[in-house]
C-alpha cells in the first residue's frame, strides 16, 4: 500500500505542475513494473509515462523548467510570447550586420588611399664610403652604417636610401659596375649587407638602392665577351666601325660624353669603337638587345630577393641611342665643329630620352610590381632626373593607367645658383603646376653630385632650408649630413686621384669632434674630413636645443603628427626677393600653418594681416629656427626676420584660403582628402 501510495504522488505531482523531471529521472522507489495487466500499478505507472508519450498532455497549467525533454520545450517554443522575441532579435542581428558590411564599404568608397611608406616620413641618402667606418681602414662600409641605424631612427627617417656599393673600379665612385650582384669588398661581404637588411626592417625602417643600368666598367665580364665577340654577349654594347690610324680615332659621329670629348672609344681587341656617355671605361650597353634588358631584370630580382624595398635608378635617360648615328646639332651652328668638345655645346637630341627609352622604365616597373603583391611589402621605384626639363621630368610619372616611377627625384632645389623667396617658389610652383593629378611630390636640397647647401649659399640657411623642406607637400629627402648643416670640404691634399668637384661633398660625416670626426678610429680617411667638424658634429648638436639637428628632429616629427602636411593644401600668400609665404590646411580642420621663411641675403619685416584677412593681432608661434621664440606669440601686423629665419605658425579658422577666389590658383594639394572631427577619419568626397 505505501508503494503504491508513492507511486499515485509521484504521478500526482507532476500533473499538478510541479516542475519534477520525471521524463527524464524515473524515481527509483517505484519497484519493478507488475506484469499483471490488470492490477492498478500498472495503470499508474501507464499515466505517468504518458507526459512523454504520443499522447499530447495539457500543458498549459505548466511552465518552463530546467532538463524539460525536448517535446515539451518544442511546446514552449512554439508560443507567441517565445516566439516573437526571437524573431524579432533574429531579424535585428540580420539588420545590423548587414548595416556594418554597407558602412564598411561606404567607409571604403570614401576614404582616400592610405599613404605608403615611402610617402609617410622622409627619405636618408647616404654615400655609403663617406658615413662610418667600422674596420679602421678609412673607407666607410655596410657594418658601420648599421652600427648607426640607432642614430637614423631619431631623425624620423622612414627609408635609407643607399648609393651604390656593387663591385667597382670606383671610376666615377658610382658608376663604374663590375659585377651587379656582388658588393665591393671596400663596403663588406653579401652577408653584411644581408644583415643590414634585417636590421633595417627591424628598426621599422625601409631600404631602397641605387641602381645604374645604363652602363657597366670595361672590366665586367659581359664587356670582355663582348669584345671577342663571344656569342650571345657580341651584341651587349654599342660597336661600330670607326677609323683609326696611328692612334688617332676618326668617330662614326660628333656625339659627346658628359665629361667632354668624343663619346666613342677605339677598342684594340675588337677593332672597333665603343660607345660611352660618360667615360670611356664605363661603356654603354645596347638596350635594344633583348638579352640586356633580360639581364637588367634579372639583376633586380635578385636584390629584390635579398629584401630590398626598392631602387633609385639613374642615367635612365641614356638608355637609348638613335639607331641612324647622324650628328647632333650644335648649339652655336657657326663654331668650327672640330672645336665642339664640350657637353654643352650640342643639343643632344640623339643621345638622351629616345623613343623607347619610357618602355624599358615601364618594365622596370612590372618587375616591381611582381614583388609588391605581398600585403604591405610594396617596392618603391624612383628615376633621377638630373638636368632635366620640367616637361621631361614629369613624363617619368607615367601616364593615366601606365605608372612608372612612383616619383621622379626632384633635384631642383639642389642647382639653384641664387637663393631667394622667388627662386624658390619658382621651383616648388613649377613641380606642383606640372605634376600630373594624383602624383605625390618630393624634394631635396642636396645630393652626391651637388656643392653642399652651406658652401652655395652659407650657413645661415641650413634651418630655412630644412623647415622648408618638412613643411611642403610630399616627401622630404635629406642627403647625409645635411641634418647638422655639413659643408663642403676643400680641394685640397684630397688623396683620390679624380676630378674634386665630384668629392667635395662626399666629406666623411661628422660624428663628433675626436680624431677624424668619430668617422673612423684609422690613421687615414679616404677624403680628409671638414675643419669645422670640431663644432659641426652630431655629439656636440644632440645636445644644444638651438642646433640645426635639434630642429630637424623636431620638423621630422612635426610632419609625421600633423595631418596638415602629410595630406593638406599648399596655398602661397607671398613671394618677393626676401621671403616666402604659404599655408598649409585640410578640410574640416578648423586651423591652419603659416609657414614664413626668409632666404634673402638681408633682414625683412612682413604684415600677415594684409595677406590673410581674418587673421588676429597674435599668434602662436609652433617652431621657429630660432629655438627661444618656439611656443611663444608674435605679432602678426610686424614680423621681423633676419635672413635664414623661419616660423610656423598656428592659425585657428574655418575659412580655408583654397576656397577663396584670389588665392585658386595659388593652391595645389596632391592627393585631396577631407577630415571628420565626428568620425575621425579621412575621406575623399569633399
Not at 506484469?35 to 500498472?42: C, T, Y
Not at 531579424?91 to 588611399?113: D, E, R
Not at 609665404?581 to 585640410?586: D, F, P
Request: contains cysteine; proline residues 4%.
Amino acid at each position: 500500500m505505501t508503494e503504491h501510495k508513492s507511486e499515485r504522488d509521484s504521478i500526482g505531482m507532476s500533473m499538478k505542475g510541479c516542475q519534477i523531471n520525471n521524463g527524464f529521472i524515473q524515481n527509483e522507489d517505484i519497484p519493478e513494473r507488475n506484469l499483471d495487466p490488470g492490477s492498478s500499478s500498472d495503470t499508474a505507472q501507464h499515466n505517468n509515462v504518458s507526459i512523454a508519450g504520443t499522447n499530447e498532455p495539457d500543458f498549459k497549467a505548466l511552465r518552463p523548467y530546467a532538463g524539460m525533454p525536448k517535446e515539451v520545450l518544442f511546446q514552449f517554443s512554439g508560443q507567441a510570447r517565445y516566439r516573437v522575441p526571437r524573431e524579432i532579435l533574429f531579424w535585428l542581428t540580420v539588420a545590423s550586420v548587414l548595416l556594418l558590411i554597407g558602412a564598411t564599404i561606404a567607409i571604403i568608397a570614401i576614404s582616400p588611399k592610405c599613404l605608403d611608406w615611402w610617402q609617410e616620413g622622409p627619405m636618408y641618402q647616404i654615400y655609403p664610403r663617406s658615413f662610418k667606418d667600422s674596420d679602421k681602414d678609412g673607407n666607410g662600409d655596410l657594418k658601420g652604417i648599421q652600427d648607426k641605424l640607432d642614430y637614423i631612427s631619431t631623425l624620423n627617417v622612414k627609408t635609407v636610401w643607399i648609393t651604390s656599393f656593387f663591385k667597382s673600379s670606383l671610376k666615377d665612385f658610382r658608376y663604374g659596375v663590375e659585377d651587379f650582384q656582388e658588393i665591393d669588398p671596400i663596403f663588406g661581404t653579401m652577408k653584411d649587407f644581408e644583415n643590414l637588411v634585417v636590421a633595417i626592417h627591424e628598426k621599422g625602417l625601409k631600404l631602397i638602392i641605387d641602381f645604374i643600368p645604363n652602363h657597366t666598367s670595361d672590366k665586367h665580364a659581359w664587356f670582355q665577351l663582348s669584345r671577342t665577340r663571344s656569342g650571345k654577349y657580341t651584341d651587349y654594347f654599342i660597336w661600330r666601325d670607326c677609323a683609326h690610324e696611328n692612334g688617332i680615332t676618326v668617330p662614326p659621329n660628333n656625339w659627346l660624353s658628359v665629361y667632354g670629348n668624343s663619346s666613342w672609344h677605339f677598342d684594340e681587341v675588337r677593332k672597333q669603337c665603343y660607345f660611352h656617355q660618360f667615360t670611356k671605361e664605363q661603356p654603354d650597353l645596347n638596350f635594344r638587345n633583348p638579352d640586356v634588358q633580360e639581364e637588367i631584370k634579372e639583376i633586380m630580382q635578385f636584390w629584390l630577393a635579398k629584401g630590398v624595398d626598392g631602387f633609385s635608378f639613374d642615367a635612365v635617360k641614356f638608355l637609348l641611342e638613335a639607331k641612324h648615328l647622324r650628328n647632333e646639332i650644335q648649339v652655336n651652328t657657326s663654331q668650327v665643329p672640330d672645336t665642339v668638345i664640350r657637353y654643352s655645346e650640342l643639343h643632344h637630341d640623339f643621345t638622351t630620352t629616345q623613343l623607347g627609352m619610357h618602355d624599358i622604365v615601364r618594365s622596370f616597373r612590372q618587375t616591381m610590381d611582381q614583388y609588391s603583391r605581398e600585403p604591405g611589402r610594396y617596392r618603391f621605384m624612383g628615376t633621377e632626373v638630373h638636368a632635366e626639363s620640367i616637361d621631361k621630368a614629369m613624363l617619368y610619372y607615367g601616364l593615366p593607367f601606365i605608372q612608372e616611377a612612383d616619383f621622379p627625384f626632384n633635384s631642383y632645389l639642389t642647382t639653384l645658383d641664387m637663393l631667394s623667396g622667388n627662386t624658390v617658389y619658382e621651383v616648388i610652383s613649377s613641380w606642383m603646376e606640372n605634376m600630373p593629378e594624383g602624383k605625390w611630390p618630393n624634394w631635396m636640397i642636396g645630393g652626391p653630385e651637388n656643392t653642399r647647401l652651406t658652401s652655395r649659399f652659407g650657413k645661415h640657411y641650413v634651418n630655412a632650408m630644412n623647415m622648408l623642406l618638412f613643411t611642403l607637400p610630399g616627401t622630404p629627402i635629406t642627403y647625409y649630413g645635411e641634418e647638422i648643416g655639413m659643408g663642403n670640404i676643400l680641394a685640397t691634399d684630397l688623396i683620390e686621384n679624380y676630378n674634386a668637384n665630384t668629392l667635395l661633398s662626399k666629406s666623411p660625416m661628422q660624428w663628433d669632434n675626436s680624431s677624424n670626426a668619430g668617422f673612423s678610429e684609422g690613421n687615414h680617411t679616404w677624403l680628409p674630413t671638414n675643419s669645422d667638424y670640431h663644432t659641426v658634429n652630431v655629439d656636440v648638436q644632440k645636445t644644444q636645443p638651438s642646433s640645426a639637428l635639434k630642429l630637424y628632429q623636431e620638423l621630422s616629427l612635426l610632419h609625421a603628427q600633423e595631418l596638415l602636411l602629410s595630406r593638406g593644401w599648399f596655398c602661397l600668400l607671398r613671394n618677393d626677393s626676401h621671403s616666402v609665404v604659404y599655408t598649409r590646411e585640410l578640410d574640416g580642420k578648423d586651423r591652419v600653418l603659416i609657414v614664413v621663411l626668409n632666404f634673402g641675403d638681408s633682414s625683412t619685416r612682413l604684415n600677415l594681416q594684409e595677406m590673410i584677412s581674418d587673421l588676429p593681432t597674435r599668434l602662436r608661434i609652433k617652431l621657429s629656427t630660432n629655438s627661444a621664440s618656439k611656443g611663444s606669440e608674435i605679432d602678426t601686423r610686424g614680423i621681423f626676420l633676419e635672413k635664414g629665419d623661419g616660423f610656423i605658425l598656428e592659425h585657428k579658422t574655418k575659412n580655408l584660403l583654397h576656397y577663396q577666389i584670389p588665392f585658386r590658383d595659388k593652391c595645389f594639394v596632391s592627393n585631396r582628402a577631407c577630415y571628420s572631427s565626428a568620425l575621425n577619419i579621412l575621406y575623399k568626397l569633399c
